[in-house]
């Protein structure tokens, strides 16, 4: 992959690439603090399951960084990381880890031992996303030859790439996979209001690994599945519970009713972490981020002349919801694909693969 969401930097900072600029420009946020890291995920400089896991993992870490030896401290920070968003359940999977690495941790001295586990949460997710490109892969290989080694189209929504995990993203690893081997693939990207994860990061991806795509907006993805213009749907996923419901961002749902009614396969990917198997029912039992008016309120891009606008677009007193996320029910889902291979959205099937 062409860039990373972020790196270490010699010095023990981090640096990541601020996501709120892109497409437009490429900056890099840096993360001396715990507060920096909490800012980073509140605010979505960073963002996706996979990447606001490693930040509140690294972000536990710079709380024992700044901390003098103090372990209230980091605990602290890390609580208040664990809050910065609601619905992905990697973040608080994460600071799970790092907090049992500094409870066991007998030597006095954290730094180390936190740096090494966030490194390594770093590193699962990355080799997990080469695994699970390799496993979705193969659907769309087997697409490539039912159909004579025609054109491949995909779907998918929001970002599930490299800058939402390490290193080669979930729904897009398999895409990335294919074009590695060969085939000839095409992506319709949902545009994904109201942040625009779809035309603004997706996209941006897709561009710099040559994938060829097209942004759609997000009530076109219908009118495609009845067309039959796509072969296969890939999204990722925040939360994915015991039964196989899959929290994922707002607009995922629509996605997956017009897949099934299509008879279109709609597969969810995403690292085992992402897994909630204390809950089972997605809709009752997974929070969903309520997040501000302005998302909706405003847009953002560049005009004429080439400098950066942001524009209302309702009335300035106009009442707006603006729900993150929704739950997909697993009945419209054809598989889970993960770093351990793709199974059926359902409970029996994810208690023999997961929980024996
Ligand atoms: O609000 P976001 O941009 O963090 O939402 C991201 C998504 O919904 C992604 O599809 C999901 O996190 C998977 S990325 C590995």
């Known amino acids: 992959m062409k860039y ?21 420009q490429k900056e890099p946020f840096l993360l001396k603090t715990s507060d920096d890291a909490f800012y980073a995920i509140k605010e979505m400089v960073v963002r996706g399951a996979g990447v606001i896991g490693n930040i509140g993992a690294i972000g536990v870490y710079l709380a024992a960084l700044e901390s003098r030896g103090d372990k209230h401290h980091v605990e602290w920070q890390s609580e208040l990381l664990r809050h910065a968003r609601p619905t992905a359940v ?8 790092m907090l049992t690495k500094l409870k066991n941790n007998k030597n006095g001295n954290s730094i180390e031992p936190l740096k ?21 892969f193969l659907l769309i290989e087997d697409i490539w030859k ?28 398999p895409i990335y996979e294919a074009k590695k081997n060969g085939i000839d693939i095409h992506v319709w990207v949902d545009e994904t209001r109201p942040r625009n994860q779809g035309s ?4 941006w991806e897709l561009s710099q690994e ?42 995922t749902y629509l996605k997956a009713l017009a897949a099934h ?24 039992e997974v929070e969903i981020e309520l997040r501000g008016e302005e998302e909706i309120k405003y847009v953002h ?28 029910p697993n009945r419209l889902i054809t598989g889970l694909i993960t770093e351990k291979g793709i199974c059926g959205a359902n409970e029996d099937a994810i208690r023999k693969k997961y929980l024996n």
């Open 4 to 24: 990373k969401a972020f790196q270490f930097l010699e010095n023990g900072y981090i640096e990541a690439i601020d996501q709120r600029k892109l497409p437009f």
């Open 90 to 97: 990697n973040l608080t999977w994460a600071i799970d880890r």
């Open 116 to 136: 090494k586990e966030a490194i390594q949460i770093c590193e699962e997710d990355k080799e997990n996303t080469i695994a699970i490109g390799k496993h979705g």
């Open 146 to 173: 039912r159909n004579g080694k025609k054109k491949v189209n995909i779907l998918t929504h929001c970002n599930a790439g490299y800058l939402g995990i390490v290193d080669s993203g979930t729904a897009l690893a």
């Open 200 to 203: 603004n990061l997706t996209s």
């Open 210 to 251: 040559g994938i060829e795509h097209t942004v759609i907006v997000d009530n076109t993805g219908g009118l495609l599945l009845q067309k039959k213009l796509v072969d296969i749907v890939f999204v990722g996923a925040d939360r994915v519970t015991a039964k196989g419901d899959v929290a994922n961002k707002i607009g």
């Open 261 to 284: 009614d299509n008879n279109v396969p709609f597969y969810v990917a995403f690292p085992v972490s992402t897994f909630d198997f204390l809950l089972s029912d997605g809709l009752s």
């Open 301 to 328: 891009g560049l005009d004429s002349k080439g400098n950066y606008k942001k524009v209302l677009v309702t009335l300035a007193d106009t009442k707006v919801a603006n729900y993150g996320f929704d739950v997909t």
